[in-house]
């Protein structure tokens, strides 16, 4: 039985509910999330070249957050966020409604399968999504449909080693079974990823681990053991604040290790790609 992510999303929307709170939730996540890391470092180089009033599409936006960086790093940026969660939808409309940025940030409801607006966007960000979705070459094409000539896709999903440090495999084996309800597939082989991409049209395709030894580690402390004990109570979160005071040093270690190491294998894969 594995965890479920969407009970905690709802809870933590009910809980950082007015702007204030939720900037704070935005900047915690972006600390603890090893990959936000990873994520945060290729959106600064993007934003270096990034041509004048781009448009970004986040794909699966979520609680917000991507979306929420972005702006924040860039002005000029036009964002769409699309969810197939209309609650999730309805919050993050709210939100950058309160903060005065609804001009140049909104969110829709869609589903990544179905959604296509050709040669609109700049940037597509899809983070941890396309694990989810049973068609993924299809929201792969929509994607490239979707991004103008020279466009960049930044996706991270997990892989097929996710689970691999949890569990006594050699290291030539992977793990059956994914630690998420939610996905429809376990993860992706690194290689078979970088092929439907290119396949798909995509040029200049670069496929790295990320979570590897030094992140996975920090990836159990911050974000496994809580979230499992937030699945069987919610009284946990009580005590949440103290255990991550104890927990976040050697975190922050960990994952600051992991952004600078050439991980041969690990939990998550970053690809970028070029149209």
Not at 122 to 135: R, Y
Not at 186 to 210: H, N, Q, R, T
Not at 256 to 261: G, N, P, R, S, Y
Request: charged share 25%; aromatic share 12%; proline share 4%.
């Amino acid at each position: 039985m594995g965890m479920k992510y969407e009970p905690i999303k709802n809870f933590l929307n009910k809980i950082f509910a007015t702007p204030f709170l939720r900037k704070i939730f935005y900047r915690l996540i972006d600390t603890l999330l090893l990959r936000t890391w990873h994520i945060h470092k290729e959106i600064k180089r993007w934003l270096k070249t990034a041509p004048d009033n781009p448009k970004v599409l986040d794909a699966g936006s979520g609680l917000g957050q991507h979306s929420y960086f972005v702006a924040r790093k860039c002005r000029t940026c036009k964002i769409t966020g699309v969810d197939v969660i209309e609650e999730q939808v309805a919050k993050s409309n709210e939100f950058f409604q309160k903060i005065g940025w609804g001009d140049r940030v909104k969110f829709l409801v869609g589903r990544l399968e179905e959604y296509v607006c050709p040669q609109c966007y700049d940037l597509v960000l899809n983070i941890e999504v396309i694990e989810h979705i049973e068609d993924d070459r299809q929201v792969l094409e929509n994607f490239y449909t979707s991004l103008r000539p020279g466009g960049t896709l930044i996706l991270s999903t997990p892989s097929l080693y996710a689970e691999a440090h949890d569990h006594d495999h050699d290291d030539n084996e992977h793990t059956q079974g994914s630690f998420v309800d939610e996905h429809v597939r376990d993860g992706y082989d690194p290689a078979e990823l970088e092929k439907m991409i290119k396949d798909i049209g995509f040029s200049e395709v670069k496929v790295k681990f990320m979570y590897g030894h030094f992140g996975g580690l920090a990836w159990k402390m911050t974000m496994k053991l809580p979230i499992i004990m937030l699945n069987k109570s919610f009284a946990f979160f009580i005590i949440l604040p103290f255990y991550y005071l104890i927990t976040m040093p050697f975190a922050l270690v960990l994952n600051w290790l992991d952004t600078i190491v050439d991980n041969k294998k690990g939990g998550s894969l970053l690809v970028i790609a070029k149209k």
